[in-house]
């Protein structure tokens, strides 16, 4: 699975945007899709994360209320809604495909998309 994100870009803050994530390749379904995002100077950390069917979702404390993952299989294409944008949601955001773990529901990874930069003014 080959993974493209976009949908990046400049937003004041209590703004919008929507990242964008591609697939290619078969079996787009069978993939959790989560997403990730790593600040200058930290951490990679994770955000949220869609089951292959789109039925159950997990997010991080920090976005709850503020961002909504989602998928749509027929487009090989998931989905971050991000509103209330805040200076401190400024990263480089990631898509990834892999699976959720079943005890802590986080995901785990198996492709990584490249980057897409997201920038929030105050």
């Known amino acids: 699975v080959q993974l493209q994100a976009s949908g990046g870009g400049l937003v004041q803050a209590g703004g919008s945007l929507r990242l964008s994530c591609a697939a290619s390749g078969r079996a787009f379904s069978a993939y959790a899709i989560s997403w990730f995002r790593q600040a200058p100077g930290k951490e990679r950390e994770f955000v949220a994360v869609?089951?292959?069917?789109?039925?159950?979702?997990y997010y991080a404390d920090f976005v709850k209320g503020r961002f909504t993952i989602s998928r749509d299989n027929a487009k090989n294409t998931a989905y971050l809604q991000m509103n209330s944008l805040k200076p401190e949601d400024t990263a480089v955001y990631y898509c990834?495909?892999?699976?959720?773990?079943?005890?802590?529901?986080?995901?785990?990874?198996?492709?990584w998309g490249q980057g897409t930069q997201v920038t929030v003014s105050s």
């Open positions: 869609i089951s292959g069917s789109g039925g159950t979702t």
């Open positions: 990834a495909a892999g699976g959720i773990a079943t005890v802590t529901h986080l995901p785990y990874t198996d492709y």
